[in-house]
């Protein structure tokens, strides 16, 4: 059975930094690109960044490059979004997900998603 399961979110203030991580569990085959996205409420979810399997290129939204990194580490099975400089309007539940296809931008490019964990940045 294919699991994510995300952790590292909470509650920060502006211009703090979060790492927030997202492990494969079990048997879970983790020779996948694996992206980050993130849904605020009342909001279609949204594309933040993805990572190759190797780890040796990465994509980013454009609006949060500046501000973002994602790694991997695979021989634990997990992957990192680093967030600095945080904003209030980075406040959104963060999810992780298994790339299946090239289409990097869309969810419909992920197939295996973790439950998100909650970021809440106050001003």
């Known amino acids: 059975q294919v699991q994510f399961v995300e952790s590292g979110g909470g509650l920060v203030q502006a211009g703090d930094s979060l790492r927030l991580s997202c492990a494969a569990s079990?048997?879970?085959?983790?020779?996948?690109?694996m992206g980050w996205f993130r849904q605020a409420p009342g909001k279609e979810r949204e594309f933040v960044a993805r990572i190759s399997w190797s780890g040796d290129s990465s994509y980013y939204a454009d609006s949060l490059k500046a501000r973002f990194t994602i790694t991997r580490d695979n021989a634990k099975g997990t992957v990192y979004l680093y967030m600095n400089s945080l904003k209030p309007e980075d406040t959104a539940v963060y999810y992780c997900?298994?790339?299946?296809?090239?289409?990097?931008?869309?969810?419909?490019?992920?197939?295996?998603w973790g439950q998100g964990t909650q970021v809440t940045v106050s001003s």
């Open positions: 079990g048997r879970t085959q983790f020779n996948y690109p």
């Open positions: 997900a298994r790339a299946v296809s090239d289409d990097y931008l869309s969810t419909s490019g992920y197939d295996f």
